[in-house]
């Protein structure tokens, strides 16, 4: 699955973006669609996920009650809805999917499929 991520941009601290990952054809039902991030020298962790097929989801601390993920099944497309967003959040954000099991969803690993990432840079 070719996965295609945009809507990053540069923003002030407490402003929302939403971001968006497209995928070029239906997806299977037994899918997990995640974000994950990369800060300038850190490694790629964990932001969200959401399974195509009940919803069910799961967040990092850090965005927890912050951060949305969502779908939209008609246009093969998941979000990231991000509010309050802080300096820190400062990072290249990437779509995944892949089949994981529970356990694994917050495991770069874990995924098969990547978008090619969308920079979003939060000012203080």
């Known amino acids: 699955v070719q996965l295609q991520a945009y809507g990053g941009g540069l923003v002030q601290a407490g402003d929302s973006l939403r971001l968006s990952c497209a995928a070029p054809?239906?997806?299977?039902?037994?899918?997990?669609m995640a974000w994950f991030r990369q800060a300038p020298g850190k490694e790629r962790e964990f932001v969200a996920a959401?399974?195509?097929?009940?919803?069910?989801?799961w967040y990092a601390e850090s965005v927890k009650g912050r951060f949305t993920i969502s779908t939209d099944n008609a246009k093969n497309t998941v979000y990231l809805q991000m509010n309050s967003l802080k300096p820190e959040d400062t990072a290249v954000y990437y779509c995944?999917?892949?089949?994981?099991?529970?356990?694994?969803?917050?495991?770069?690993?874990?995924?098969?499929?990547w978008g090619q990432g969308t920079l979003v840079t939060v000012s203080s």
């Open positions: 959401l399974r195509w097929t009940n919803t069910n989801t």
């Open positions: 995944a999917s892949g089949t994981p099991i529970v356990s694994t969803i917050r495991r770069v690993s874990s995924y098969k499929s």
């Open positions: 054809g239906r997806i299977s039902s037994n899918y997990v």
